[in-house]
């Protein structure tokens, strides 16, 4: 179980703040692979934030919230209606 109340008592309960966390760190993930951070090679990997930790940090800082699952929720919703 995860062990973060500062986490949990940003988003309300654990559930939403595992929503919240998975979601943000395939965001963060992308990002980096968008930007071609991967390409630069291990050592500039190890450089890097861990994504979850990264994830963690923003839910407790307030920067990611309840407001993201709706903003990843019209996202999601726009690529499977141009999908069809």
Known sequence: MIDNPGAQAAVGNIYEFVL???????????????DGVYKGGISQYKSLEKPHLKACREIVEGKVGREYLK?????IQGNRNSMR
């Not at 966390?21 to 990002?31: L, P, T």
């Not at 903003?71 to 996202?75: D, F, G, N, Q």
């Open 20 to 34: 919240i966390a998975s979601e943000r760190v395939r965001e963060i993930n992308r990002e980096r692979a968008e």
């Open 71 to 75: 903003k990843v929720s019209r996202r």
